[in-house]
């Protein structure tokens, strides 16, 4: 009820603006095309985690036949396809019809379990269209962005937005192009690593209390909110040609900018995104790389090459800041500790590590925010001070998790001694 109320309030206010809210978008995906047809299939796949192997031979090939009608009617009909895929409908028909099935022939635990698949397969997908309308929100409703605090502050850590983008540039129109694939399909990458996390599902009939999707939507819900408290729009618009008039000047990635005043809000247009601080791109690919590290050795290393990969990109394409990365880093570790509390029951040790990321995450904001200008004067002090108390959680993390692992696995029985007697 409360997620059904949180889409309803946002689908009020995108209406407010005279544009579909997640709701609508969703709804409108049964039959127009959708914007990730990739996207519907790896939520799909997710909800056939319940399925039996049988059944998930049937689900797929009836999605590829319903897909097949589809773009045969949009062919047919000359339908533009520029602002979206050719296919995906018939993923979500497939989820869909799975509820359905759930509902009509299904009882007891079966329909629990089938439906807690299909939810699953559906939040993944509200979660996009949600994020899409917070980011319509942000841009309506913040007509000035901080992006000279960052800018500023960002010569603690030598200005990284600039240096890898002169790289990602360098590298031609090949790096871009991989880059931006790991970029825009990051839910599909968090989805593989989930379906290694679900795959006893089927045969244990019931779901594991903590997995990644839970922290990739949590990440989605709360970090909107602190976009709504710092509104930026990251270097390529505040200080690049992607910002047209509106940018402070046209210096990205060549020039660095000066240090010569105090930093200040600017005005910008009403459609560019505020979606830099934190980076949430930095958030969900941290969750990927710590959700993959207890899976098999090429599970291990796409998570870390999805997060280097990701990384590199929030940096050489210009959409973030090196301080928003770093907020990233610890704003994920702070909700992944919560959730394991919350999973384990929360003891000293899961609240002390919480509230230190709580800590670290507002004075890294607040120090954005009011101390830019001796972050940018003092360098050699500040730009390590940022990176300590990064690796400070991430210490606090692995040090901590890692003694609940121990005390979570049983002390191992010894073996009873048996003893000759003499007759």
């Given at each position: ?48 985690v ?61 329909r629990i379990?089938?439906l ?5 397969g ?17 841009s309506?409703?913040r ?40 970029y ?11 379906l290694?996390?679900l ?11 903590h ?9 989605g819900?709360?970090g ?6 710092f ?11 992607d ?12 020039l ?29 690919a ?75 995450f ?13 972050m ?48």
């Open positions: 009820m409360v997620v059904l109320g949180f889409l309803i309030a946002l689908e009020i206010a995108a209406r407010h603006y005279g544009l579909p809210g997640p709701i609508t978008s969703q709804v409108q995906e049964v039959i127009v095309a959708p914007k990730s047809g990739f996207l519907l299939y790896a939520c799909m796949a997710l909800t056939m319940v399925l039996t192997r049988r059944q998930r031979f049937i689900a797929l090939g009836a999605a590829l036949g319903i897909d097949a009608v589809f773009l045969l009617v949009r062919w047919a009909v000359g339908a533009d396809l520029t602002d979206g895929h050719p296919f995906g409908n018939g993923a979500l028909w497939v989820i869909l019809g799975c509820a359905v099935i759930a509902v009509t022939r299904r009882t007891g635990q079966e379990l089938l807690k698949g299909v939810g699953l559906l939040l993944l997908v509200a979660g996009r269209k949600t994020g899409d309308t917070w980011l319509l929100i942000t309506k409703t007509p000035t962005v901080l992006d000279p605090y960052l800018a500023t502050a960002d010569h603690a850590l030598g200005n990284p937005s600039w240096l890898v983008g002169r790289i990602v540039t360098a590298t031609g129109p090949v790096g871009a192009r991989i880059l931006d694939y790991v825009a399909q990051l839910a599909v990458a968090a989805v593989v690593v989930a290694y996390q795959r006893n599902v089927a045969a244990e009939r019931r779901f594991p209390r997995h990644l999707v839970r922290t990739f939507l949590v990440i819900l709360l909107p909110g602190i976009y709504m408290i509104p930026v729009v990251g270097p390529i618009f505040a200080y690049g040609a910002g047209g008039h509106w940018a402070v000047a046209n210096l990205w990635p060549d660095p900018p000066p240090i010569d005043a105090a930093p200040h809000a600017i005005p910008f247009d009403e459609i560019t995104p505020r979606n830099c601080m934190p980076s949430l791109h930095t958030a969900w941290t969750a990927i790389f710590i959700h993959s590290r207890k899976g098999p050795r090429v599970l291990r290393y796409a998570g870390t090459f999805w997060l280097i990969a990701t990384l590199t990109a929030t940096l050489g394409f210009g959409y973030h800041y090196g301080v928003d990365l770093v907020a990233g880093v610890v704003f994920t570790l702070t909700i992944e500790a919560a959730l394991r509390s919350l999973e384990r029951g929360w003891d000293r040790s899961g609240i002390l590590l919480v509230t230190y990321g709580v800590a670290v507002t004075a890294l904001l607040l120090s954005y925010r009011y101390l830019p200008m001796e940018a004067e003092h360098p050699w002090l500040f730009g390590p001070l940022l990176i300590l108390a990064m690796a400070s959680v991430i210490y606090g993390y692995v040090r901590t998790t890692s003694q609940w692992e121990t005390e979570a696995v049983p002390a191992r029985q010894s073996q009873p001694q048996h003893e000759l007697v003499s007759g």
